[in-house]
């Protein structure tokens, strides 16, 4: 039932991010998608495939913008 559960916020998150951009989720949000989407094997499907790929460097980008924007704990002074 767990897998079922993590299908449908995967895809609450992703409709998030169709409708409003990625910009509009939090810090927890995209990382939550980013450990789901990883966990997705779309390897059936070579365009959800390459998706899924951009998609996660999409995800790494916005998490780094957010750690500039609002300080993050990896920066050394």
Do not use: C, P, W
């Not at 409003?20 to 390897?43: A, D, M």
């Amino acid at each position: 039932m767990s897998g079922n559960s993590n299908d449908l916020e995967r895809l609450r998150l992703l409709d998030i991010v169709s409708q409003k951009g990625i910009k509009t989720l939090s810090r927890e949000e995209l990382e939550r998608l980013q450990n789901l989407l990883e966990q997705k094997n779309y390897s059936h499907d070579a365009k959800a495939q390459r998706s899924k790929a951009k998609l996660l460097k999409q995800i790494a980008i916005a998490i780094y913008d957010y750690d500039i924007k609002y300080g993050n704990s990896f920066k050394t002074s």
